[in-house]
Nanobody
Framework: VQLQASGGGLVQAGGSLRLSCAAT????????MGWFRQAPGKEREFVAA????????LYADAVKGRFTISRDSGKNTVHLQMNSLTPEDTAVYYC?????????????????WGQGTLVTVSS
């Protein structure tokens, strides 16, 4: 499975961005999909995950209520809608795929990773 993340960019605080992650394989539809981020000088951290059914989601406390993860299985794509962005959200965002169907916050559980897309939020 290859994952291609897109949608990053520069936005002012309070603004919104929508990240997308396209998967190459049809088996994507059975995978849990997740988003992680890594800010400069910090470890990679969990952001959100969605089960293959789309009905179960998981969010980090830092983004709960502001970010929404969704998936379009017909297009092999998962999205991360990010609203009310703050400078603390500045990071490289990575999408990842987990062959199990139980959403998890643990990066080690994810089998495939995209290349990352940079999100910069200015104050």
């Amino acid at each position: 499975v290859q994952l291609q993340a897109s949608g990053g960019g520069l936005v002012q605080a309070g603004g919104s961005l929508r990240l997308s992650c396209a998967a190459t394989a049809r088996t994507f539809i059975t995978y849990t999909m997740g988003w992680f981020r890594q800010a400069p000088g910090k470890e990679r951290e969990f952001v959100a995950a969605i089960r293959y059914t789309g009905r179960t989601t998981l969010y980090a406390d830092a983004v709960k209520g502001r970010f929404t993860i969704s998936r379009d299985s017909g297009k092999n794509t998962v999205h991360l809608q990010m609203n009310s962005l703050t400078p603390e959200d500045t990071a490289v965002y990575y999408c990842a795929a987990d062959r199990t169907n139980v959403p998890t916050t643990l990066a080690a559980n994810y089998d495939f990773w995209g290349q990352g897309t940079l999100v910069t939020v200015s104050s």
